[in-house]
């Protein structure tokens, strides 16, 4: 199976700040690699896939880079609304395993 | 409106078995792929299972092979995950997604405990 680690595990910040969160994979995927959000109680929310592409309706402060096995996703300043848990998930080969999670709390 | 609805969530003992069901609406649900992913209390998330639109290719975790039974029917837009042999690290709350992962479901929650 392939591992998905991300860095930081937690991560705090302030409103307008600039957050990188990193995935890293176990093997290469290519650029097959998804970043999402979710709140408490709610489904997890697609924002990136191809690890670049923009979900429609996603803000453009949300972008990704990456390929092979070193992911980044970077938000370009930070809205109240952002704080949450970011997972990535590899869906190169099942198990489509995904990342630990990254919680962004307010500073 | 494009969503998914899962239901048949609850209370089983372990041992037991429980069936899942997702109604999808809004998108052509016979040509899309279909997964259900996991999360338990306070964890992170684990996909579970993987369908193709015909059925043809069905892919399964580990953690669940053997015992979790994902099917479709088209006619119905709805998909399913027939639970058996239930264990206490099953529970958590099931998402349907759509292949992509760009449309989930609320979630069902499942508890396994006697």
């Known amino acids: 199976d392939i591992q998905m680690t991300q860095s930081p595990s937690s991560l705090s910040a302030s409103v307008g700040d600039r957050v990188t969160i990193t995935c890293r994979a176990s093997q290469s995927i290519s650029s097959n690699l998804n970043w999402y959000h979710q709140k408490p109680g709610k489904a997890p929310k697609l924002l990136i896939y191809a690890a670049s592409s923009l979900q429609s309706g996603v803000p453009s402060r949300f972008s990704g880079s990456g390929s092979g096995t070193d992911f980044t996703l970077t938000i370009s300043s930070l809205q109240p609304e952002d704080f949450a848990t970011y997972y990535c998930?590899?869906?190169?080969?099942?198990?489509?395993?995904f990342g630990q999670g990254t919680k962004l709390e307010i500073k | 409106e494009v969503q998914l609805v899962e239901s048949g969530g609850g209370l089983v003992q372990p041992a037991g078995s429980l069936r899942l069901s997702c109604a999808a609406s809004g998108f052509t649900f016979s040509t899309s792929s279909m997964n259900w992913v996991r999360q338990a209390p306070g964890k992170g998330l684990e996909w579970v299972s993987y369908i193709s639109g015909s059925s043809a290719i069905i892919y399964y975790a580990d953690s669940v092979k053997g015992r979790f039974t994902i099917s479709r029917d088209n006619a119905k837009n709805s998909l399913y995950l027939q639970m058996s042999s239930l264990r206490a690290e099953d529970s958590a709350v099931y998402y349907c997604a759509r292949s992509g992962f760009d449309m989930w479901g609320q979630g069902t929650m499942v508890t396994v405990s006697s």
């Open positions: 998930q590899q869906s190169y080969s099942t198990p489509y395993t």
